[in-house]
């Protein structure tokens, strides 16, 4: 069985399509103050952190991951499927093009209370595609925002369940959930949009 690992950043990084798709991976990203930045320039690439198969990833701030890819396949931070799990601590900042978190299927989860924010998308999306649910989102502090015109915050086309105790919501649209479970329990939801 594997045994939990950190890793520390000592100074920034740049990458491409970092994959965790060991179910027994408990990784933990220190930040340690330091920004991420995504450089794909390959067409097929599916996001900067792709973590699947049972794999757990754990992002610790304070620091910054962010992605200018415009490429629509590619510019996600962050990619989870296939039962694996990422969280992220308050004091991140996660900045991206595209999409912060794409949660794709199969129980799935994602926990947050870092700082999400979108420039053209959706801070946090699903899959609607007929058997990619059971995904479960938890927002607890921080913030997810779009600043996309018209645009959501949150989508949640699949079945699952998303959960919502502390943090912002932001955008012209807070959350578009077509699926699944809404709570909420705490926090600030912030339309701007057009009433």
Same mark, same amino acid.
């Given at each position: 069985?594997? +045994? ?5 950043? =000592? ?6 399509? /970092?994959? /965790?798709?060991?179910?027994?991976? +408990?990784? !933990?990203?220190? =930040?340690?103050?330091? &920004? ?13 952190? +792709? ?18 890819? !415009? ?17 992220? %601590? ?9 999409? #912060?978190?794409?949660?794709?299927? =199969?129980?799935?989860?994602? &926990?947050?209370?870092? %700082?999400?924010?979108?420039? !053209? ?7 609607? !595609? +007929?058997?990619?649910? *059971? ?5 607890? *502090? ?6 996309? %015109? ?20 932001? *955008? %012209?649209? #807070? ?5 699944? &479970?809404?709570?909420?329990?705490? *926090?600030? /939801? ?6």
């Amino acid at each position: 069985e594997t +045994q939990p690992v950190t890793i520390v950043l =000592l100074n920034n990084a740049s990458a491409s399509e /970092l994959k /965790l798709s060991d179910a027994n991976a +408990q990784i !933990t990203l220190d =930040l340690g103050g330091f &920004t991420v930045t995504d450089n794909a320039t390959d067409e097929s690439a599916r996001g900067l952190f +792709q973590v699947t198969n049972g794999a757990s990833l754990k992002v610790a701030g304070p620091g910054k991951i962010e992605s200018t890819v !415009t490429n629509a396949k590619s510019n996600h931070c962050f990619r989870i499927e296939s039962g694996a799990s990422v969280d992220i %601590d308050a004091n991140v900042t996660v900045s991206t093009y595209g999409v #912060c978190v794409f949660i794709r299927n =199969l129980n799935s989860t994602l &926990t947050t209370a870092g %700082d999400l924010t979108s420039q !053209t998308n959706f801070a946090i999306s699903g899959n609607g !595609t +007929q058997g990619l649910g *059971g995904t479960t989102v938890t927002i607890s *502090g921080g913030s997810v925002t779009t600043e996309k %015109d018209e645009g959501f915050a949150i989508y949640q086309p699949q079945s699952g369940t998303l959960n919502i105790s502390g943090g912002a919501i932001s *955008g %012209d649209n #807070c959350i578009g959930i077509k699926s699944g &479970t809404l709570n909420i329990t705490g *926090g600030t /939801l912030n339309a701007t949009g057009a009433y």
